[in-house]
Nanobody, 122 residues
Framework: VQLQASGGGLVQAGGSLRLTCATS????????TGWFRQAPGKEREGVSG???????FYADSVKGRFYISRDNDRATVYLQMNSLKPEDTAVYYC?????????????????WGQGTQVTVSS
C-alpha cells in the first residue's frame, strides 16, 4: 500500500488549495481515508475523513470550508480547502484505515503518506 499526498503550497488568507491523496495497492471504496495535519509545536490532529460507504466527517475548525471527496476510478481522495486561514498552516497527511471506518484518531490508521506543506499567509 502506498499513498502520495500532494497539492500543498503557499496561499494568502481567504484563498483555496486542493490536496490530493493518490493511493495504490488497495481497492478505493473498501477502505477509509483520513486527512490529518500537524502544525509546528502542536500535536497531529484529524481534519476530515471519508468512510468506505462514502460518509464524511470534518473537524469543527474546518466545517463549511473544507470538503473531502473520492474518485474510486483513480484511487484518489481530495481535500478541497477554501477560505483558508493562517491557523490552517501545517503539514497535511493522508492515511488509510483498512477497516473502512474513518475516525479522527490517527492511531487507528494503518498506512500513511508523506506530508505536504500548506502555508497560509495573513
Amino acid at each position: 500500500v502506498q499513498l502520495q499526498a500532494s497539492g500543498g503550497g503557499l496561499v494568502q488568507a481567504g484563498g483555496s488549495l486542493r490536496l490530493t491523496c493518490a493511493t495504490s495497492g488497495v481497492t478505493p471504496d473498501h477502505y477509509a481515508t483520513g486527512w490529518f495535519r500537524q502544525a509546528p509545536g502542536k500535536e497531529r490532529e484529524g481534519v476530515s475523513g471519508i468512510n468506505s460507504d462514502g460518509n464524511t466527517f470534518y473537524a469543527d475548525s474546518v466545517k463549511g470550508r473544507f470538503y473531502i471527496s473520492r474518485d474510486n476510478d483513480r484511487a484518489t481522495v481530495y481535500l478541497q480547502m477554501n477560505s483558508l486561514k493562517p491557523e490552517d498552516t501545517a503539514v497535511y497527511y493522508c492515511a488509510i484505515d483498512l477497516s473502512g471506518t474513518a475516525t479522527m484518531w490517527d492511531y487507528e490508521y494503518d498506512h500513511w503518506g508523506q506530508g505536504t506543506q500548506v502555508t497560509v499567509s495573513s
